[in-house]
């Protein structure tokens, strides 16, 4: 064993048991590697410092639950620039990016307006409408939740869709418009 290897499965040892030098020593070693990478993929400081946060925290969990062995002298560090880059990379295939770059592209002072005019009231007003979104979708009867499913989080086209529930395509589409207006509906009808 290897004094790196040693120096290793001390500062795992020092997260498991929450030493804030140990905690200090991993963050400080690897921020500026995921916050370039982000950089050079289309993020922003301040998408990198919030993608990186998850990343810690995840890192964190698995260590504290006995998830992560390391098999190397830089494993800790290989392992938390994965899944923050893993983090980065569901952000750019999320619609969320795709409608902020459609955004920036139409629009670009807009873009640099929201990204400026940002306070606080305005993100716990959106996680608000989130939280109310979600709590609804999980009441919404199962044949829309599974539709919806489907279409948005596994992306499959409204054919695929159509071949799986064994229905026209147009019936897929249309089925789709219900739903999303019967979401919309139970959103907007206060508690």
């Known amino acids: 064993m290897n004094q790196r290897t040693t120096d290793q499965e001390k500062l795992i040892e020092g ?11 991993l963050y400080q070693d690897n921020f500026f590697k995921v916050e370039k990478y982000i950089l050079k993929n289309s993020g922003s400081k301040m998408q990198a410092k919030d993608i ?3 990343a ?3 890192v964190w969990k698995n260590i504290r639950l006995g998830k992560f ?4 002298d830089t494993a800790l560090n290989g392992y938390l620039f994965r899944i923050a880059r893993n983090k980065w990379t569901d952000y750019l295939r999320s619609s969320e990016f795709k409608k902020k770059t459609a955004l920036d ?20 007003e959106r996680d608000r409408r989130l939280h ?9 009867g199962e044949p829309c939740r599974h539709l919806l499913t489907i279409f948005y989080f596994e992306k499959k086209s409204l054919r695929e869709i159509a071949k799986e529930l064994n229905i026209g395509e147009a019936s897929a589409r249309n089925k789709k418009y219900r739903c999303i207006e019967k979401l919309r509906a139970l959103v907007l009808t206060p508690n």
């Open 15 to 25: 997260i498991k048991a929450n030493n804030q030098s140990a905690l200090k020593k």
């Open 52 to 54: 990186y946060q998850e």
């Open 56 to 58: 810690f925290t995840a």
């Open 69 to 72: 062995v390391p098999e190397g």
């Open 105 to 124: 592209e139409t629009h670009p002072k807009i873009s640099a307006k929201v990204e400026t005019d940002v306070d606080e009231t305005d993100i716990d």
């Open 132 to 140: 109310k979104v979600i709590a609804t979708f999980k009441i919404l």
